[in-house]
């Protein structure tokens, strides 16, 4: 099989990630919850994979980064542990349904909801951002990079806006973390979310949720802790505050030797190839008669994704094609993104996701490009 789906997972991990979860599950305890090998063996592992997080985003202390089990976690947690019936929020019709059906349940208990438009290309004018902060307004979130398009969106001016106008930055960067440099305190993001299983190359199940030094969020859930057990209420210190349950300790274990790989290797390495065998996908196939492609590829600047759609084709019966006849992985449908497929007209279509890792070859690619010229010219 040709994975081109790596938007959703990243499937080939590095070897030492794997080799590190069966280490785990075969010696790990449960961190915090006893002074034994096992346990104290998990707490060090899980800790030093904070520190590793801390380092890698430019937070101010490993103890704001909080473990969750993915970026949807993350975002549950930023949104309702912030947000409160009066409150006025910004987004954008490039988000996920990770970030627009919290804030939907957010609105209907009284917070309002501007949702920035983007062109048919699927890009954002910063200034409209701008132009809808209001004296109400407590929160901007967005996306660092559209997981339908694969359009960036840089950090750095929307947080100096933010800061400007005294409103709460929060990122989603379940496409861009272990791909693009991000750096919180320079950017002047106030709660980063993340996820393991995608450019950060760890396992599933495994995420985080950054969140600035003095700013308080309500946790999603409480329960046990490992500490304070007579205290009726969940402790309030991060990261044990956004930490209640057994955290996925063996799932930890598995981002600590990803991160190990991605300082090894380098964030703009891995970003260049899976670049490089974009811009060759790309150019393969967009002049072919009937495709249509999505997104802005002006700028140089993207996540490693091409869309795109053959004719009228629906898109679940190209990515079955692919599959079926070329032995190639895709995304079609939605991809959970709905406003961005309305402001690319693909309601009803779909469209058809590539999306490439540094794992990937040439090879692969030239596969793809031609199964897009066959399966055109069927068209």
């Not at 909801?113 to 209001?134: F, M, Y």
């Not at 005294?166 to 993340?194: W, Y």
């Amino acid at each position: 099989m040709i994975y081109l789906d790596n938007a959703a997972t990243t499937m080939h991990k590095p070897q030492e990630v794997i080799d590190a979860v069966v280490q785990a599950m075969s010696s790990m305890g449960n961190a915090g919850r006893g002074a034994n090998e096992a346990s104290l063996s998990a707490a060090r592992v899980i800790y030093d994979t904070r520190d590793q997080l801390c380092r890698f985003f430019g937070a101010e202390n490993p103890k704001q980064i909080a473990f969750t089990a993915n970026s949807t976690e993350s975002l549950n947690i930023a949104i309702k542990g912030l947000l409160n019936p009066g409150d006025h929020v910004i987004t954008t019709m490039l988000e996920h349904n990770s970030v627009l059906r919290p804030l939907y349940e957010m609105q209907e208990k009284g917070v309002k909801l501007t949702i920035v438009k983007s062109n048919p290309k699927g890009t954002l004018d910063i200034r409209d951002i701008e132009d809808a902060i209001t004296p109400e307004t407590k929160m901007i979130i967005c996306t660092n990079g559209s997981n339908l398009t694969g359009n960036y969106i840089p950090l750095q001016p929307i947080g100096d806006m933010a800061k400007e106008h005294g409103v709460l930055f929060v990122v989603d960067a379940s496409q861009t973390a272990g791909i693009f440099p991000i750096d919180v305190q320079k950017m002047h993001i106030d709660v980063l979310c993340f996820t393991g299983h995608k450019g950060l190359l760890g396992p599933q199940g495994t995420g985080g949720i950054y969140v600035r030094e003095g700013l308080e969020v309500r946790p999603l859930k409480v329960g046990g802790s490992g500490v304070q057990t007579y205290n009726k209420k969940h402790p309030v210190q991060m990261p044990t505050a956004l930490e209640a349950g057994t955290l996925n300790g063996h799932g930890i274990a598995g981002l600590h030797a990803a991160m190990d790989y991605l300082e090894r290797t380098g964030v703009d390495a891995i970003r260049a190839r899976e670049q490089e065998l974009m811009w060759r996908f790309y150019y393969g196939v967009k002049d072919v008669p009937g495709v249509t492609i999505y997104g802005d590829f002006d700028t140089k600047e993207r996540c490693a994704i091409v869309t795109l759609n053959i004719g009228d084709y629906d898109s679940a019966e190209v990515s079955d094609e692919l599959l079926t006849e070329y032995g190639i992985s895709t995304r079609p449908g939605g991809h959970c993104a709905p406003l961005m497929h309305e402001a690319l007209g693909t309601v009803e279509q779909g469209a058809v996701r590539f999306s490439f890792s540094h794992y990937n070859t040439d090879e692969e690619v030239d596969t793809a490009i031609r199964a897009i010229h066959e399966l055109a010219e069927d068209e």
